[in-house]
């Protein structure tokens, strides 16, 4: 099963707020699968959130190179003009750069408007690029045992640049605010199969 399989789902009210709950419910039962498999969610499993302790750092880090690893896809299609397949991977970007704003604690307000989101074009390393700000701000590095507090403020801005320059990747690819939603949904009901058949 893939988008082009799952009907037009219809978004009613904030475009953004409707994404985030959305990606809470999916991540809710990824957890469990994750936790299964030792990893992930596995290594904070119990934990409520604390920036400054290292497995949740190791987790932040991890989501930040799922966001890359999904641009880098979208990247590639969009080299060989298949813009359909790249927004798809784009949506699965914003799959993971929302699941981070969850953990993080970073709300929809934070972001902005989804609508002013789609202003201006941005190439592909400028969301990789925030991401890497971001997670230098994390400095538990599993070697260290020097602990240094994370400056939060920071952290937090820098992904939020992040989750903007990852929408503005959907305006370079001639997307807009009605359009790319709908890649995000579709790509939630493909995932939401994909948990129900143990894929």
Not at 88 to 98: G, M, R, V
Request: with cysteine; glycine share 4%.
């Amino acid at each position: 099963m893939n988008i082009d399989d799952v009907e037009e789902v219809r978004v009613e009210g904030d475009v953004l707020k409707a994404i985030f709950a959305r990606q809470r419910n999916l991540m809710n039962k990824y957890h469990v699968i994750e936790e299964k498999s030792g990893i992930g969610y596995a290594l904070v499993t119990g934990d409520s959130f604390d920036i400054n302790n290292q497995k949740w750092q190791y987790l932040c880090k991890d989501f930040a190179w799922r966001i890359t690893e999904e641009l880098t896809e979208a990247c590639e299609a969009y080299a060989k003009n298949d813009f359909h397949h790249a927004k798809e991977e784009l949506s699965d970007a914003l799959h993971f750069a929302t699941e981070l704003c969850l953990i993080c604690k970073i709300y929809p307000e934070e972001i902005g408007k989804f609508e002013d989101l789609f202003r201006e074009p941005c190439v592909w390393w400028q969301p990789v690029y925030h991401l890497g700000l971001a997670m230098n701000c994390l400095k538990l590095k599993p070697w260290k045992q020097t602990h240094v507090l994370t400056d939060s403020v920071k952290y937090k801005n820098h992904v939020i640049d992040a989750y903007r320059k990852l929408l503005g990747c959907a305006v370079l690819l001639k997307s807009n605010k009605e359009e790319f939603p709908l890649y995000y949904f579709k790509k939630a009901e493909v995932n939401a199969f994909r948990q129900r058949s143990n894929y």
